[in-house]
Structures are given as C-alpha cells and as structure tokens.
C-alpha cells in the first residue's frame, strides 16, 4: 500500500449519506444497553455476537440486526447509540451526515417514536455544537412492513416534521418493489420531506427506475445493480442521481464476492455521481474511512479519485447551497494541497 493513502484519507474533508444509526450499535454498548434495561441478548458475550456476524445475504443480517435493537429502550440509549456513532464521525474528519433510523423497528416493540427520535436529535445537535458536524436526519419505512404500518409511521412523524429532513425506504428488497409505497411517498412530498429509497441492492434495476418514477427519489441507496442496464446508467449520469455507495456492505452481504470485485470505480467510470457510505458499520467491519481505504487498496483508486468521491458526498448531500460549496471548495484545496504520488 502506499504509504500515507490511510492519512490522506482521514484528513479528507467528507460527508456520510448511507448510514442505519441501529447499525452503528457495537456488540460492547449492545451488552451495556441490555444489561441496563434487564433484556436478554442471544449471546453469551461480545465475542460470541461477533462471531455471530457472518452473513450469507442481506436477509441473514437484517435478522440479527432486528434482534440486537432489543437492547435500545430509553432516550438515553438511543442518545449513547447516536453519540457513540457522531463522535467517531467526528474524528474521522466527517463534516456532515445524513443518518437513517427506522421508527418501526421500535414502534413495533412498544417504544415510542418520540423516545427515540428525542435521543437521537439530541446527541445530533450536541455534536454539530461541539464537533461542526452538521446533520440532515432521514427516517426509513421497512419496506417488508405494510403500508398501514408506514402511513401510520408519517402520521406520527409530523410531530416532529422540521426535524426530519428527509424519507427513506429500507429492509428485505426483493419481492418489495418501491411501488408498494406510492402513496406514502407523495403523501411525504406533500409534506416537504426530501425522498431517497434503496433500490439495486439485491433487488433488479427495474427497481432502481422505479423508485425514480413512481416514488420520485433525488438519491439512491445502494444502485450498484444498475450497471447491468446501460439504459438506466445513461439516464442516472444525464439526471446526476447519486448512489450512495457502501462497499464493506457490498462484500459483506455478498452483494460482490470480493473488494476487488466492487464496481465502485467503473461506477465512477460510467460518469456516475458516487459516494462512498459504511451503512451498518459495526456489522461489516468498517467506518467510512475503512470503506475509502478498502476500495483505495483493492481498485487501486488515485487520490483524485477519493478527492472526487469527497467531493461528490457534499454535492450529493441535502445541505443548503451555501455550506455544500464551502465544503466542496475545502476538499479541492485539500486534495491540492496533498496531490501526492
Ligand atoms: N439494506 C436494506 N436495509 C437495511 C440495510 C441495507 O443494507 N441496512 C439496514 N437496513
Ligand atoms: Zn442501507
């Protein structure tokens, strides 16, 4: 490896646009949580739920992921979950971020909405005052729920309503097509939330045109499948839709069978905007500079190329014209400033 690639990275100026904050929740806090709350984990300790973290697909993860979010009960736990996640953004020199949660995963368990979010926001505001690390939080409908469950999730929602930028859709994609939630997606864009969906994932690329025409989404999660329609590559370049990229996700839920396998750089190579993401980083072995460094090393990616996709994680992000030019120009004059080899 180049030597230097690790601390180029991590001095890189970036943005984080594909992030589940329950899958930031690390087996240590997991035990702390649990322990605190008097739940009963399937684990006999932290090693044993690591070990536990061998994916076949996303559906094997999605089930220990579900399971583990037992431990989340107070305010104060998805307050340590979330400032657990921001400060080590922080450190890792990313300015801003636009996490995802998913309100049902705790409805559904009898937690309230406002429990959550409260803590949520809370430690998101405490980090942008102390650290500067600005936020757009995004809330998820789980897609293998019904449309009942999601209406009523946006119904709830609106109490909170300027204090969620945006809506997503996430969980089991094949079988779940984007067109399910039709109605719910214009109801959110009535109501002025911005829209994003995973889409290309594991699902097809029809999936990807779907959420794009019938659900109106200015950003997809994921998208790597729509390499196998050059149709679709040719419209996603003409419109500059982002992909929010996540490639230790990729290659740990065999998506591809090896980093070096990832289609990151002829994403790039396509004309595609593309950024980098680590989605549930304390399931696949990565934060965000992890995720930059793997593909850094496996595609042998140049620093123009990781300057670019900084770069395009602010032009792809949700922040007001103003701020997403700053931070633009505070990347270009970085990766002049160590062009290196
Ligand atoms: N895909 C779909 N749903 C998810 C994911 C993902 O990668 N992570 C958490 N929920
Ligand atoms: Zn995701």
Redesign the pocket.
């Known amino acids: 490896m180049e030597s230097g690639l690790r601390d180029f990275i991590q001095g890189l100026p970036k943005a984080e646009l594909h992030l589940?904050l329950?899958?930031t929740l690390e087996p240590e806090l997991m035990f702390t949580l649990a322990e605190r709350n008097g739940v009963h984990l399937p684990y006999s300790d932290v090693e044993a739920a690591r070990a536990a973290y061998d994916f076949k697909d996303?559906q094997s993860?999605?089930d220990l992921?579900y399971s583990a979010c037992a431990a989340l009960v107070t305010e104060q736990d998805f307050y340590d979950l979330t400032w657990d996640y921001v400060t080590k953004a922080a450190m890792a020199n990313i300015k801003h971020v636009e996490p995802f949660f998913?309100p049902q995963t705790h409805t559904n368990r009898g937690i309230p909405f406002g429990i959550a979010i409260a803590g949520i926001l809370r430690a998101l505001e405490d980090a942008d005052e102390m650290f500067g690390v600005s936020f757009r939080l995004i809330m998820c409908f789980l897609r293998d729920e019904s449309l009942d469950s999601a209406r009523h999730t946006l119904q709830t929602a609106h109490l909170y309503r300027s204090k969620i930028a945006g809506v997503g859709l996430?969980?089991?994609?094949v079988d779940f097509p984007p067109a399910l939630f039709e109605s719910i997606f214009q109801e959110a864009k009535e109501q002025g939330y911005r829209l994003v969906a995973?889409a290309g994932?594991e699902g097809p690329p029809s999936y990807i045109e779907d959420a794009l025409d019938v659900l109106g989404v200015e950003r997809i999660d994921?998208g790597v499948r729509c390499l196998e329609d050059p149709a679709l590559v040719e419209r996603l370049v003409r419109d500059r839709v982002p992909l929010t990229v996540?490639p230790l996700?990729n290659v740990r839920?065999r998506v591809v069978d090896k980093a070096q396998d990832h289609p990151l750089k002829r994403l790039m190579d396509a004309g595609l905007v593309v950024t980098v993401n680590s989605?549930?980083p304390a399931y696949f072995g990565g934060y965000l500079n992890e995720n930059y460094l793997a593909m850094a090393e496996a595609l042998d990616l140049t620093r123009e190329d990781l300057t670019k996709l900084a770069k395009d994680s602010f032009a792809a992000s949700f922040l007001p014209e103003d701020r997403k030019q700053a931070l633009i120009a505070e990347v270009e004059a970085y990766g002049m400033k160590n062009a290196g080899s």
């Not at 996430?170 to 994609?173: F, G, N, R």
Request: charged content about 35%; glycine content about 4%; overall charge negative.
């Open positions: 589940h329950e899958g996303l993860f999605l992921y998913d996430d969980s089991a994609e995973h994932e994921h996540c996700s839920l989605d549930d």
